[in-house]
């Protein structure tokens, strides 16, 4: 069976595919110190948990934004798993679609993913609005291409950096607040950063589309993006698990290519 694996700067997420459906998701902070035996145990640990003792995996796909992360998941796929991962970005990766962009530049994975899974559900013309660590924008061409974006500091990042800049300010949840204008700390801080992150948002998105000149249909993903799309009506579709997906997307296009 099939274990994707999605390294993002702050959080990794581990899930089960059986070729039609995940099994399970199982999340775990990102940590690059943690070894192989490590994440085999934690790993092994939830699965029996779940039932899943039995689940033979074989076939690991991982995509990471910390490339030293990389090292101790090959590690765990040989010692535990007995097979070579797919890491989506290397030369023995194929992707069904491509990146136009500057010659040398280093496309996040996580990106070129997300361009995959959105023009495998939704076709061409996308922008993918991915709340992660840093807030990206993936412009995706008519034919499937990564032809670019933004990329802005996450919400949660702002947040902290509030937090460690001023003696005064606490550490607080990204919510939408009662009304823009706060009447204490908390609320002023929540209301700057929920309000702030609604115009962003939707500023860049109307410029993307300003630029490109044609009907694009935006895709809204991460933990956060619901809670945005309160404020203002940012997106087209909300995909839950656009990261997973597209690794399912690209493990199927790499095992077509082989046969
Ligand atoms: N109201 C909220 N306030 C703060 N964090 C939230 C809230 N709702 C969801 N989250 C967080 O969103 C995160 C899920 O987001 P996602 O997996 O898209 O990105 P990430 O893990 O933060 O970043 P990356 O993928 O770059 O590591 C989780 O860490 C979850 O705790
Ligand atoms: C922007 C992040 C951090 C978002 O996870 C990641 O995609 C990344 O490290 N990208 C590399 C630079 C780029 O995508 O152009
Ligand atoms: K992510």
């Known amino acids: 069976m099939l274990l994707a694996i ?14 039609s459906e995940f099994l399970s998701t199982w999340r775990t902070a990102t940590e690059v110190q943690r070894t192989a035996d490590q994440y085999y145990v934690w790993l092994s640990t939830l699965m029996s948990l779940r039932g899943l003792s039995d689940v033979i995996v074989d076939e ?4 990471s934004t910390v490339p030293r992360v990389v090292f101790n998941l090959r590690v765990l796929c040989n ?58 924008f993936d412009v995706v061409d008519t034919d499937g291409a990564y032809v670019g974006g ?15 800049a001023a003696a005064a300010l606490p550490l607080v949840d990204v919510t939408m607040p009662p009304q823009v204008i706060g009447k204490n700390t908390v609320d002023c ?6 309000w702030g992150y609604v115009g962003l948002v939707g500023e860049i998105v109307r410029r993307i589309k300003e630029e490109r000149g044609r009907p694009t249909k935006v ?23 656009l990261t997973m997906h597209g690794l399912t997307v690209i493990h199927r296009y790499n095992k077509d290519l082989q046969e």
């Open 6 to 19: 999605d390294v993002g700067n702050t959080n990794t997420v581990f899930a089960l595919w059986n070729g």
């Open 60 to 63: 690991v796909i991982v995509s």
């Open 79 to 136: 010692r535990y798993f007995d097979c070579r991962p797919l890491v989506v970005g290397k030369p023995d990766c194929a992707l069904p679609v491509e990146a136009r962009v500057d010659p040398g530049t280093q496309v996040g994975p996580d990106r070129l993913v997300n361009t995959v899974a959105g023009h495998d559900l939704h076709g061409g013309d996308l922008i993918v609005v991915d709340y992660g660590t840093a807030t990206t």
């Open 150 to 164: 933004v990329i802005a500091p996450g919400v949660n990042l702002s947040l902290q950096a509030l937090h460690e």
């Open 189 to 194: 801080m929540q209301s700057g950063v929920f």
């Open 219 to 241: 895709i809204g993903t991460g933990g956060l993006a619901p809670l945005f799309q309160q404020g203002d009506t940012l997106f087209d579709v909300f995909e839950d698990n």
